[in-house]
C-alpha cells in the first residue's frame, strides 16, 4: 500500500479530458509539502510533468495541469492525444517516510 | 540539458552488495542539486533510496538505512550506490535522477534505468 493513493487505472477518447487523483494525509500533502507528477513509458527515463503542485516545467504541453487542495492532489490532461498513453506518478514528501511516490496511475487512451 | 546513464551488474547473489554507478553529461555534479536514487520492483510503484549533495551531505530512505550509502565522485562527475546484504525483494529496475529543492527535494531528470536482478 502506498502512502499516497492513486487509482490503478483510467482511460478516455482521443480529445477528452482525465484527471487522476492523489490522495495523502495529515504527515504528507496535507501537512503543506508540494506534490510533483511523473509520466512514465515503460522501458524510458520517468518524465517530470508538474512540479510544486501546478508549475510546468519548460516543453511541457499546457494541456497537463496539477492542483492541490488539502490532502489531496490532481492532475488534468485535456486533449487527450494517443501519446499520453502512459503510467502516471505522484510524489511528496512525509515527515515520516521522506520522499514518497503514489502507486501509479495507468492511462489507456481508447 | 543533463543527461543520467546508469551501469552496474545486472545479477547480485543474496546476501551480497548491490552497487551501482550513475554518469552525469552536460551538466557538473559540483554546481549544485542533489543526486539520488529511485527503484521501481516488477510490478510495483517506485521507491525512494537517497540522494547526496556535491558536498557529500546524504538523506537515505529510513525503509533502508542502515543498508544503503551513496557516494558521489567529483572529479569523474558521478555517483554511486551501495546496498548490503540484498535479498530477492532488491530485485529492481534502479533509475539515478538529479534532485531539485524546493522546501524538499524531488528528482526532475531521470536516467532510463538498469535492472538488477537478486539471484543465486
Known amino acids: 500500500q502506498s502512502v499516497l493513493a492513486q487509482p490503478p487505472s483510467v482511460s478516455g477518447a482521443p480529445g477528452q479530458r482525465v484527471t487522476i487523483s492523489c490522495s495523502g494525509s495529515g504527515s504528507n500533502i496535507g501537512a503543506g509539502y508540494d506534490v510533483h507528477w511523473y509520466q512514465h513509458l515503460p522501458g524510458t527515463a520517468p518524465k517530470l510533468l508538474i512540479y510544486?503542485?501546478?508549475n510546468r516545467p519548460s516543453g511541457v504541453p499546457d494541456r497537463f495541469s496539477g492542483s492541490k487542495s488539502g490532502a489531496s492532489a490532481s492532475l488534468a490532461i485535456t486533449g487527450l492525444q494517443a501519446e499520453d498513453e502512459a503510467d502516471y506518478y505522484c510524489?511528496?514528501?512525509?515527515?515520516?517516510?521522506?520522499?514518497?511516490f503514489g502507486g501509479g496511475t495507468k492511462l489507456t487512451v481508447l | 540539458q543533463v543527461q543520467l546513464r546508469e551501469s552496474g551488474p545486472g545479477l547480485v547473489r543474496p546476501s551480497e552488495t548491490l552497487s551501482l554507478t550513475c554518469s552525469v553529461s552536460d551538466y557538473s555534479i559540483s554546481t549544485g542539486h542533489y543526486w539520488g536514487w529511485i527503484r521501481q520492483s516488477p510490478g510495483k510503484g517506485l521507491e525512494w533510496i537517497g540522494c547526496?549533495?556535491?558536498?557529500?551531505?546524504?538523506h537515505y530512505s529510513p525503509s533502508l538505512k542502515g543498508r544503503v550509502a551513496i557516494l558521489v565522485d567529483t572529479t569523474k562527475n558521478e555517483f554511486s550506490l551501495k546496498l548490503t546484504s540484498v535479498t530477492a525483494a532488491d530485485t529492481a529496475v534502479y533509475y539515478c535522477a538529479r534532485h531539485m529543492v524546493r522546501g524538499v527535494v524531488y528528482p526532475d531528470f531521470w536516467g532510463q534505468g538498469t535492472l538488477v536482478t537478486v539471484s543465486s
Open positions: 510544486g503542485n501546478t
Open positions: 510524489q511528496s514528501f512525509d515527515l515520516s517516510l521522506s520522499v514518497v
Open positions: 547526496i549533495f556535491h558536498s557529500g551531505v546524504t
